[in-house]
């Protein structure tokens, strides 16, 4: 019995030590399979240069870009600061960048140069794409011929030619805004930041203080600007260190497009007060101040800054890539490409609008009723009416029709009482027609659902294309969404205002007229 008992326990012990040889030749081999994770760590090479920013620049990119907008001569406060590198939002995962940030370096690193991407040269529709395009103290572009003490000139890859002008506007010929950056001399010594966490692009204004036409001629060229860049040309120039070739920018392409609503972005801007700027979300808004005699900027400063990791000066602005010029595109009237922006820009420009100037819950109340069929809003409708000139005569008329024939919802405004914040929630939330002399509150239909209704009254001997064009569904519908689009026009002394015949006199909107178009509203 002893024997049995023993010869079991030396069966027990013996598969035990087959059992530790085979856990420790499986740990062996997962333990190889493992990649000695402090070789690699040490392997990363070092970080070559110092990417710093200005310590008085804020970081907050959440904040409205009212504060951005550079005001005077540039210092600390108005130097782009550094923002966070931006690789993994802009590289197709096709193709390998270089990090997108911030160097605070000498001129010594620039390298300068440009190409026309659209039109050629000299022509209103030609579009530059510049690489390491600088502004000096007083806000004036310039591309940098870097030079040394002797005035020799540093870059070995040949002179930077000269740039022809560029027309910087996006309207008619007699609005163009021409603009020149030169090549200027710089010393070799001299501080700057490089910056390529911001792309920046470049708006000549055109009646910018005015609603209506800071979007249409402004902010919608501009919006189309942002996307031919960012869809065909910056995928080039992720490849490459320099600017595309037209054909290369007009055969990239990027899939999925660039969110570049998201993206931080800089404007230059000649003109202005822009009328609703921050609505664009630039990161920073540089004003053209230049003045008098250019900033030399040939020779070294004095007393010698101190290494360019910690300046004594402020220094210059570079941009890495800066798209300069509108193509002339515009939907009306009298650009070089006169056609219909894609619906997308005008999808963007009310989302950028809505994104600022309503709440959340306001925003997904527009939307709610973007998607709703006409026919199934409660109609409501904004009358506009001027305290001075270009006044509706008639009103109480209208309002008495309204109210006694029609059983119509509506209301009478002054919006010369009310913020654009204001303006925007009452027709993106509740106005689903507008009734006004034409002026800048036609621009206010922009917010509107579709299928609302646009009612235009022009004064006696005036009229104007604009609207028409850009409501009306024999224009194409180009806003997006087609709005209904209607106008009354005074064609004799009698409906005019005392028998004025001025832009600016008050008009009688005619009645018949006015329920001939709400007859055919609702029976469509």
Not at 63 to 82: E, K, L
Not at 341 to 348: I, N
């Amino acid at each position: 019995m002893a024997i049995l008992l023993l010869r079991r326990l030396f069966r027990l012990l013996v598969v035990a030590v087959a059992a530790f040889v085979l856990v420790s030749t499986l740990s062996a081999t997962v333990l190889q399979a493992v990649p000695d994770r402090s070789t690699h760590t040490s392997a990363r090479p070092a970080v070559a240069e110092q990417h710093v920013s200005p310590p008085s620049v804020s970081r907050d990119r959440q904040a409205p870009a009212d504060h951005a907008t550079a005001a005077g001569p540039a210092g600390p406060a108005n130097v782009p600061g550094q923002t966070a590198n931006r690789t993994a939002n802009r590289t197709p995962q096709s193709q390998t960048a270089q990090p997108r940030s911030d160097l605070l370096t000498t001129a010594a690193a620039l390298r300068p140069s440009w190409s026309l991407v659209h039109g050629h040269a000299g022509a209103r529709d030609a579009v530059a794409i510049a690489r390491h395009v600088c502004l000096d103290t007083s806000h004036a572009l310039f591309l940098p011929s870097v030079v040394d003490s002797n005035g020799t000139r540093l870059q070995q890859d040949g002179p930077v030619p000269d740039m022809p002008r560029i027309n910087l506007g996006g309207s008619a010929d007699t609005m163009d805004v021409w603009a020149s950056v030169p090549v200027r001399s710089l010393h070799e010594s001299r501080p700057v930041q490089i910056v390529g966490s911001r792309d920046l692009f470049t708006l000549g204004g055109v009646w910018e203080y005015h609603l209506s036409h800071f979007f249409m001629n402004n902010a919608l060229p501009l919006i189309n600007s942002l996307n031919v860049f960012y869809e065909t040309e910056y995928p080039h120039l992720l490849a490459v260190s320099g600017p595309p070739s037209p054909s290369q920018a007009s055969s990239q392409a990027q899939s999925p497009p660039l969110d570049w609503i998201s993206m931080p972005r800089d404007l230059y801007a000649v003109g202005g007060p822009f009328f609703d700027m921050p609505s664009l979300r630039f990161t920073n808004v540089w004003r053209d101040f230049k003045s008098g005699s250019p900033e030399d900027l040939s020779q070294p400063l004095s007393p010698p800054s101190a290494p360019a990791s910690q300046p004594s000066v402020t220094p210059l602005v570079c941009y890495q890539y800066a798209r300069i010029g509108l193509n002339s595109t515009c939907d009306c009237c009298g650009c070089m490409h006169e056609l219909p922006q894609p619906k997308k820009v005008y999808q963007q420009m009310r989302r950028l609008v809505f994104e600022r100037h309503l709440t959340a819950a306001e925003q997904q109340q527009a939307t709610d009723r973007i998607n709703t069929p006409a026919s199934d809003r409660a109609f409501h409708m904004v009358i506009v009416q001027r305290r001075n000139q270009r006044r509706i005569i008639n009103l109480d008329a209208i309002q008495e029709y309204l109210t006694t024939k029609r059983n119509a919802s509506h209301e009478v405004v002054f919006l010369e009482d009310r913020t654009f914040t204001q303006q925007v929630a009452l027709f993106a939330l509740n106005a689903t027609a507008l009734l006004t002399i034409h002026g800048n509150a036609l621009g206010n239909a922009f917010w509107m659902p579709p299928g609302s209704l646009v009612i235009e009254a022009h004064s006696y001997k005036q009229g104007s294309a604009w609207f028409e064009h850009l409501f009306s569904d024999a224009g194409g519908g180009p806003m997006g969404h087609a709005l209904r689009y209607a106008v009354i026009k005074c064609k004799d002394e009698s409906c005019s205002d005392e028998g004025k015949s001025e832009f600016n006199a008050g008009t009688v909107v005619n009645l018949d007229k006015l329920d001939a178009i709400l007859d055919n509203y609702w029976q469509h």
